[in-house]
């Protein structure tokens, strides 16, 4: 038998995003129960667990995007769950990037006007925007689709838009929630090739939500939620 | 993974001498468990016996055999009934894992502990094999992929045994 070892969740040193005895209830129904989590600077964390458990709360509140009843959400040294609205937005536009399974891209817009979109709300000027969109759908395989409609693509294609969207403002952290959770096995395993070939030439955090094991397998290390509480074996040990 | 049929296989495709056809195998097949010379022509001489396969004349030449081996009619069609039958599916319920789940149930020790530990190895394992599928070509790629899915079904196992531990340990100690 030989161990595995997986950091302890309070000890890392090298910490982007941390959540601190997080509860976090929607009405009479507990979402969050006591949730611990941090993850390292440049790390792709898989957060796991049946339906219902809280990881895609979590994954919110992280972000920022909920505010937790109590408990704590650190962000590169700043605590995140008590700035302003305000200031959590411009945080979101700055230094976090989204894809989700469903539903991110303006289908009314091409593929080239959702790119730019995050670069010209965060004060962009359009030349400079519209030239790294198209260097994105270069680098993603999509330089002849700059112009369609992101509602007339494929599968695959839209969520490699969403993944482009999402990376183009270079954020510290990329938020993915089961981005391959609408495709097909080999669509889904294209995607999660790219996303995580652009993460580590990036430098991205990452934070997965998914359910999917094949998925979560492309991290480099795993967190259970379950009921609300984040469980990750600090050791494991493995038949050689 | 059935060795004669395999040798047949490649056999099929072309009529070779024991040492290549291990060299194919290896290359295809063997994973860092290379098939052994003895296991070869041990095999070769089975199927020939059986009138599988025809042992040329003795070649001029180094090594142990220099006869080449050619698939007979036979031969070709015990391939071709074994590339169309389905391998048996099997429920693997008597596996270690299914055995530790219930004997730690029914000693009362903390099966869901065990069932955690043994997801962290399962994902461990999964996490090598995705390395390995991203860096490899198709043929190593098709391997990592079938230990992948086999792993992922073992996961799936094991969160539906977690999510019914409790009902389990009543139907188990109710025995």
């Given at each position: 038998?030989?161990?595995?070892?997986?950091?302890?969740?309070?000890?890392?040193?090298?910490?982007?995003?941390?959540?601190?005895?997080?509860?976090?209830?929607?009405?009479?129904?507990?979402?969050?129960?006591?949730?611990?989590l941090?993850v390292?600077?440049?790390e792709i964390l898989a957060v796991?667990?049946?339906?219902?458990?809280?990881?895609?709360?979590?994954?919110?509140?992280?972000?920022?995007?909920?505010?937790?009843?109590?408990?704590?959400?650190?962000?590169?040294?700043?605590?995140?769950?008590?700035?302003?609205?305000?200031?959590?937005?411009?945080?979101?536009?700055?230094?976090?990037?989204?894809?989700?399974?469903?539903?991110?891209?303006?289908?009314?817009?091409?593929?080239?006007?959702?790119?730019?979109?995050?670069?010209?709300?965060?004060?962009?000027?359009?030349?400079?925007?519209?030239?790294?969109?198209?260097?994105?759908?270069?680098?993603?395989?999509?330089?002849?689709?700059?112009?369609?409609?992101?509602?007339?693509?494929?599968?695959?294609?839209?969520?490699?838009?969403?993944?482009?969207?999402?990376?183009?403002?270079?954020?510290?952290?990329?938020?993915?929630?089961?981005?391959?959770?609408?495709?097909?096995?080999?669509?889904?395993?294209?995607?999660?090739?790219?996303?995580?070939?652009?993460?580590?030439?990036?430098?991205?955090t990452v934070v997965l939500?998914?359910?999917?094991?094949?998925?979560?397998?492309?991290a480099d290390r795993e967190a259970?939620?379950?009921?609300?509480?984040?469980?990750?074996?600090?050791?494991?040990?493995?038949?050689? | 993974?059935?060795?004669?049929?395999?040798?047949?296989?490649?056999?099929?495709?072309?009529?070779?001498?024991?040492?290549?056809?291990?060299?194919?195998?290896?290359?295809?097949?063997?994973?860092?468990?290379?098939?052994?010379?003895?296991?070869?022509?041990?095999?070769?001489?089975?199927?020939?016996?059986?009138?599988?396969?025809?042992?040329?004349?003795?070649?001029?030449?180094?090594?142990?055999?220099?006869?080449?081996?050619?698939?007979?009619?036979?031969?070709?069609?015990?391939?071709?009934?074994?590339?169309?039958?389905?391998?048996?599916?099997?429920?693997?319920?008597?596996?270690?894992?299914?055995?530790?789940?219930?004997?730690?149930?029914?000693?009362?020790?903390?099966?869901?502990?065990?069932?955690?530990?043994?997801?962290?190895?399962?994902?461990?394992?999964?996490?090598?094999?995705?390395?390995?599928?991203?860096?490899?070509?198709?043929?190593?790629?098709?391997?990592?992929?079938?230990?992948?899915?086999?792993?992922?079904?073992?996961?799936?196992?094991?969160?539906?045994?977690?999510?019914?531990?409790?009902?389990?340990?009543?139907?188990?100690?109710?025995?």
């Amino acid at each position: 038998m030989t161990a595995v070892r997986i950091p302890a969740e309070d000890t890392r040193a090298d910490c982007v995003l941390r959540a601190v005895d997080v509860h976090l209830s929607f009405g009479a129904t507990p979402a969050l129960q006591g949730a611990q989590l941090s993850v390292a600077r440049g790390e792709i964390l898989a957060v796991m667990g049946p339906s219902g458990s809280g990881k895609s709360t979590l994954l919110h509140c992280l972000a920022g995007i909920f505010t937790p009843d109590s408990g704590e959400i650190w962000f590169d040294g700043q605590r995140l769950d008590t700035l302003s609205d305000a200031q959590r937005t411009r945080l979101r536009r700055t230094a976090f990037g989204f894809v989700f399974q469903f539903g991110q891209l303006v289908p009314e817009l091409s593929a080239a006007d959702n790119i730019a979109l995050p670069l010209l709300l965060g004060g962009t000027r359009r030349k400079a925007a519209y030239a790294s969109a198209a260097a994105w759908l270069d680098r993603l395989g999509l330089g002849a689709l700059g112009t369609r409609r992101t509602g007339e693509l494929s599968g695959g294609e839209a969520q490699r838009v969403a993944l482009a969207r999402a990376l183009v403002a270079r954020p510290q952290v990329l938020f993915a929630d089961e981005p391959t959770g609408a495709l097909d096995s080999l669509t889904g395993e294209k995607v999660m090739d790219l996303l995580v070939d652009l993460v580590h030439e990036e430098g991205t955090t990452v934070v997965l939500v998914t359910h999917d094991a094949r998925v979560a397998a492309y991290a480099d290390r795993e967190a259970m939620v379950r009921d609300g509480k984040v469980t990750t074996p600090s050791e494991v040990m493995v038949a050689e | 993974m059935s060795v004669p049929l395999t040798l047949l296989g490649l056999l099929e495709r072309e009529p070779s001498h024991g040492y290549d056809l291990k060299r194919d195998y290896d290359a295809l097949f063997g994973r860092g468990k290379p098939l052994p010379f003895g296991q070869v022509y041990s095999t070769l001489g089975r199927l020939a016996r059986d009138g599988k396969v025809l042992a040329g004349e003795s070649e001029p030449g180094a090594g142990p055999d220099r006869k080449r081996y050619l698939i007979t009619d036979l031969g070709v069609t015990e391939v071709a009934a074994w590339l169309t039958e389905p391998v048996e599916p099997e429920p693997h319920l008597q596996s270690v894992l299914f055995a530790k789940v219930v004997i730690a149930l029914l000693l009362g020790r903390p099966a869901e502990q065990y069932l955690d530990t043994q997801r962290a190895a399962h994902m461990q394992r999964m996490r090598e094999l995705t390395d390995m599928r991203r860096q490899a070509g198709q043929v190593d790629s098709l391997l990592a992929d079938y230990g992948l899915f086999h792993l992922e079904a073992d996961l799936r196992w094991i969160d539906m045994t977690s999510a019914r531990l409790q009902s389990l340990a009543q139907e188990v100690g109710a025995r």
